[in-house]
């Protein structure tokens, strides 16, 4: 059993998608369980992330960064960094953004070098990139070719119904499985 916290901020409900996958896919791991915060309610669940046993990070990925409410969120852990409560905790992350690079990588950086400061241990994606002579997907995991962590893709036109594609929300439950998965090992492990 493992207790996973996906945090996340959500600008137009695109990224909102992908943590609602990234959840679906912790909760598919038998006896794990995932509670959705997303940075707006933060000041009232510092405790349940405090608790959590893994934490799983996720922002859109605005003009090639982490948008400005979840900088703020990271920031705001200056508050009980000495204390160190994250240490040897799961972390991973997700991003999103209107273009299929967009610079996500470096949102993924930052999410991981934030995690190293709190002393976390990073996870990433245990999915071989996609592979298309075409340019058509068919349904194949990451797409976007991430190692670092999920990444996903939205057409700016599309409402949060239609995008991101199947492919991408698959990818980010396979993120969330893989966490949960291993949390619970690192639990077991530790007993």
């Given at each position: 059993m493992s207790n996973v916290v996906v945090v996340y901020h959500s600008g137009y409900g695109h990224t909102r998608v992908i943590a609602e996958a990234v959840a679906?896919?912790?909760?598919?791991?038998?006896?794990?369980?995932?509670?959705?915060?997303?940075?707006?309610?933060v000041d009232q669940q510092w405790e349940?992330?405090?608790?959590?046993?893994?934490?799983?990070?996720?922002?859109?990925?605005?003009?090639?960064?982490?948008?400005?409410?979840?900088?703020?969120?990271m920031e705001s852990t200056a508050t009980f960094y000495l204390a160190q409560p994250w240490h040897d905790k799961i972390a991973a992350g997700f991003t999103n953004s209107g273009c299929l690079c967009g610079d996500k990588l470096?949102?993924?950086l930052q999410m991981a070098v934030f995690a190293a400061q709190h002393s976390m241990i990073w996870v990433g994606l245990d999915v071989l990139p996609a592979r298309s002579g075409s340019g058509q997907f068919d349904g194949q995991l990451n797409?976007?070719?991430?190692?670092?962590g999920a990444m996903a893709q939205s057409n700016v036109e599309q409402s949060p119904e239609d995008a991101p594609p199947a492919?991408?929300?698959?990818?980010?439950?396979?993120l969330g499985e893989r966490v949960a998965r291993l949390a619970q090992r690192m639990g077991s492990a530790s007993v």
């Open positions: 679906q896919g912790v909760e598919r791991h038998r006896g794990s369980t995932c509670l959705l915060i997303s940075v707006e309610d349940r992330l405090h608790a959590a046993d893994a934490i799983i990070f996720g922002a859109p990925t605005y003009m090639g960064s982490a948008s400005a409410r979840f900088k703020a969120f470096n949102t993924l797409r976007l070719g991430s190692s670092l492919e991408d929300r698959c990818t980010a439950a396979l």
